[in-house]
């Protein structure tokens, strides 16, 4: 079984109350995306970026100053956590593209970092997200979508992480 699955799937069905609102079940029929080979290189805004092969650096600045971000696509990591996205829709596929580019933007923003390791001057820092398959759950049925009821589908992104940083060193 996938790596990244099996860490979801684990977390989801083992510890219900930490997901909020996941659900327990369909997990075993689900869509597995590798983000290096579809949707990490096509962000439109990345301007300073590095691919190459699994690894990809990008160079950002902040009011707090510069720092890097390096991404390692690793489906054998030891994953520490989780992020996701959702959306309900009425099935058009470019629903479930904004979900998967929300949750990696947040990567670029380092708008997903786990509790134990909350940072205080992210200009400080080198970082490095080790990141798994994208996780697709859908569902299929009778959907809210504006406020109507319609057939649809809700769409539940997950990426699981592993989260490293380090002091940068001034010499």
């Known amino acids: 079984m996938n790596k990244s699955l099996e860490y979801i799937k684990n977390r989801v ?57 390096n991404i390692e696509y690793n489906t054998e990591a030891d994953f520490e956590y989780f992020t996701i996205e959702s959306s309900t829709h009425d099935g058009t596929l470019i629903f479930l593209y904004d979900a998967i580019q929300e949750l990696l933007y947040r990567l670029l923003k380092l708008g997903t970092v786990p509790k134990s390791k909350q940072i205080d001057n992210i200009d400080d820092y ?43 060193s001034t010499t």
Do not use: A
């Open 126 to 168: 080198n970082y490095k997200y080790i990141i798994g398959d994208i996780i697709v759950h859908r569902d299929f049925g009778t959907k809210n979508i504006n406020g109507n009821k319609w057939l649809g589908e809700t769409d539940i992104v997950v990426l699981p992480i592993k989260f490293e940083y380090s002091f940068k």
């Open 13 to 69: 069905i083992n510890n219900p109350d930490s997901v909020n609102n996941m659900p327990t079940d369909g997990w075993d029929d689900t869509l597995v995306i590798n983000p290096m080979e579809k949707y990490l290189e096509f962000i439109p805004t990345l301007k300073e970026c590095f691919i190459n092969d699994n690894e990809f650096l990008v160079n950002l600045s902040s009011d707090q100053g510069k720092f890097n971000i």
